[in-house]
């Protein structure tokens, strides 16, 4: 629903650009609809980057590798990066920027099991 919800705007947009006036009232009408949108893939995004992070802190020791399949993107659909360097755990999701992807580095050590 929500990939059908996303190709509808992609329409709109368009169809807003072929039409420069019809595209400036609309958006002076509706500045809040697509900010819900937004803030609601901006959520998505800080739960898939946090939910890295508990599968990285879920066993005795912080994971090297962990299953990505699942942690996807709320802007274009693809799996999260993950790495462990020995001190950090290190997230990288894509975001609404695609030149400038979502970082997270969080430091391993208050959370290793000793």
Same mark, same amino acid.
């Given at each position: 629903?929500?990939? =059908? /919800?996303? %190709?509808?705007?992609?329409?709109? +947009? ?8 019809? !595209? ?5 009408? +509706? *500045? ?11 959520? %998505?995004?800080? %739960?898939? /980057? ?8 879920? !066993? =005795?020791?912080? #994971? ?9 993107? *709320?802007?274009?659909?693809? @799996? ?17 920027? @695609? =030149?400038? @992807? +979502? /970082?997270?580095?969080? *430091? #391993?050590? @208050?959370? %290793?099991? /000793?």
């Amino acid at each position: 629903m929500e990939a =059908a /919800r996303d %190709k509808a705007m992609q329409r709109r +947009t368009f169809a807003l650009l072929a039409f420069p006036v019809a !595209g400036k009232l609309y958006s002076e009408f +509706t *500045p809040a609809s697509d900010q819900v949108v937004e803030r609601l893939k901006s959520w %998505k995004s800080f %739960k898939v /980057r946090w939910t890295a992070v508990e599968r990285a802190l879920a !066993g =005795a020791r912080v #994971a090297s590798k962990i299953d990505t399949s699942d942690l996807l993107s *709320p802007y274009d659909g693809k @799996p999260l990066r993950y790495s462990y360097d020995g001190k950090h755990i290190h997230i990288e999701l894509d975001s609404d920027d @695609p =030149a400038s @992807p +979502t /970082r997270l580095s969080v *430091p #391993a050590e @208050p959370f %290793k099991r /000793r």
